[in-house]
């Protein structure tokens, strides 16, 4: 009885900000620019509902409650668990002031205003003010969270629950250790032809061939739908309605379906979330009030990697489905090889922007902004200093000459909307795909043989099985150790770059 209304009352705080991720769907993929101010109130409005819902005086009465009522189960039951998220929750909001909250909330507007005209204008002086603000602001919550060692911990582990400033050295070193001799023999290695990357690709027919894989690797139409976007989202309003976006550009054929593949891997993991989860605790992240089933962003990410670059950038995929994209696009495909387009789809090249690097250089970009982000939170870098100290790590760590700031230190959206200690969960992902993929074909002997001959469904039931359908009851690494015996182990991801790159290359 207890148990009931706790659960009623997170599936209002759920309800709430299912609402706003409506509204951040519609605002992303329909709405005209005149939108922007009003829709970023209402959302606000949302977001701050839900909170209250969250933290109320009668909330933490149901919390007890429940609890009580479920002692006598294990202690990771669901509903164990679902008190026990909902209770940490009400205690880290409790932790951070209201004044600071608000701050934060209207910065946020008026940051990325700044952001996107300093971007257009490629001028950082205009973004400096608001960043400087949003830095002290992120010091001022990490001294509320808590911290033991460096305060970027604190902001991290809203977005990573168990990295920490020392875990992200050890990972990041042996990522180095491993990618960088290997980025080196690439780069040295003859290129492949993508000459025919870029022809004409019309978008109706983009959008066709990567809707068939989607549904190929699991994607449930019924319960979703793909739409254009400026950048590729998956958001999801529960399980029962996940949506995906990918960006076209008609001249180049890659770009949408990268995008397709990745943000697929995110929707099966909204859409295979055990139904009895909708509207609970654990299909809601209440820290960051956001509703979603996956139980971290580096998590989420380890399923769109999974099926982007595991399955969807290997070379019996492309054995198996050239022949319908070649069919799709006969005049810009005619003259091209399966093998041929498997390599340029796959192409090293490193570039200033993140979001168009290929897999051997895209960590490095995040390695570059959480060495950014520390030194910001901590005070060893200063934000005037921080265009100089961008350009010099590119060139240090991927020998690129960032040409303007637009195309550097204001690329990303990111610092805009106050979220300083997010992007290690990019690299989490990608290193958490590759040993989850290993431990399914270890695992469950049906995998291979579907991958051979375009059967997706194996792969997707375990991953299911092992990932998806616990939705925010297990932690990251909790699920890492029932799936793969292990935590968080890079050596899976350096070997199979390893492996892939070497044969591409012959390096
Ligand atoms: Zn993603």
């Not at 998590?299 to 982007?308: D, I, M, N």
Request: proline letters at 4%; hydrophobic letters at 40%.
């Amino acid at each position: 009885m207890s148990y009931a209304a706790f659960q009623q009352r997170l599936g209002v705080v759920n309800d709430l900000l299912n609402a706003s991720s409506v509204l951040v769907w519609d605002s992303r993929t329909v709405m005209p620019p005149g939108g922007v101010a009003s829709r970023g109130q209402q959302i606000a409005t949302l977001t701050v509902l839900a909170r209250q819902a969250l933290i109320a005086d009668d909330t933490r009465r149901l919390v007890d409650a429940a609890e009580r009522e479920l002692a006598g189960e294990p202690a990771d039951s669901p509903g164990r668990r679902a008190v026990e998220h909902t209770r940490a929750a009400i205690a880290h909001h409790a932790r951070i002031p209201e004044s600071l909250e608000r701050r934060r909330a209207e910065l946020r507007t008026q940051a990325q205003a700044a952001w996107i005209e300093a971007r257009r204008n490629s001028d950082f002086g205009r973004f400096a003010p608001a960043l400087t603000e949003t830095v002290d602001l992120s010091r001022q919550l990490a001294d509320a969270i808590g911290y033991e060692a460096h305060p970027y911990d604190a902001l991290v582990s809203v977005f990573e629950p168990g990295e920490t400033v020392a875990t992200l050295d050890a990972l990041f070193a042996a990522l180095r250790a491993g990618l960088r001799p290997l980025l080196q023999r690439v780069a040295a290695a003859t290129p492949p032809r993508i000459d025919f990357l870029d022809r004409d690709y019309p978008e109706d027919r983009q959008r066709a061939f990567g809707l068939r894989i989607a549904e190929r690797f699991g994607y449930d139409l019924s319960r979703g739908r793909l739409d254009a976007s400026a950048h590729p989202f998956e958001v999801s309003f529960t399980r029962d309605d996940v949506r995906i976006t990918t960006a076209y550009n008609r001249r180049n054929v890659a770009t949408a379906l990268g995008g397709i593949m990745h943000e697929t891997g995110h929707g099966l993991y909204e859409q295979n979330i055990d139904p009895a989860y909708t509207r609970t605790a654990l299909a809601t992240d209440l820290i960051g009030l956001y509703a979603v089933g996956g139980t971290s962003f580096g998590a989420h990410e380890s399923q769109s990697r999974l099926w982007e670059s595991r399955v969807g950038r290997s070379r019996r995929f492309w054995e198996l489905h050239y022949p319908e994209l070649q069919a799709a696009f006969p005049d810009s495909l005619g003259d091209v090889e399966a093998d041929e387009f498997h390599r340029a789809f796959n192409n090293v090249q490193a570039g200033p922007i993140r979001i168009q690097a290929d897999e051997l250089t895209y960590d490095f970009h995040v390695m570059l902004r959480v060495e950014i982000e520390r030194a910001l939170v901590d005070n060893s870098l200063k934000v005037s200093d921080l265009p100089e100290a961008w350009n010099a790590t590119m060139l240090r760590d991927l020998g690129v000459r960032v040409p303007d700031d637009r195309r550097g230190v204001l690329q990303d959206i990111h610092w805009s909307i106050g979220y300083i200690g997010s992007f290690c969960s990019y690299t989490v992902g990608n290193v958490m795909a590759a040993q989850l993929y290993d431990a399914a074909l270890t695992r469950d002997a049906t995998i291979a043989p579907g991958l051979q001959t375009g059967d997706y469904a194996p792969l997707r039931a375990w991953l299911t099985t092992a990932v998806h359908r616990h939705g925010r009851r297990f932690s990251r690494d909790e699920l890492l150790l029932q799936a793969t015996g292990k935590t968080l182990d890079p050596s899976h991801y350096i070997e199979a770059l390893q492996r892939k790159y070497g044969e591409l290359y012959g390096v």
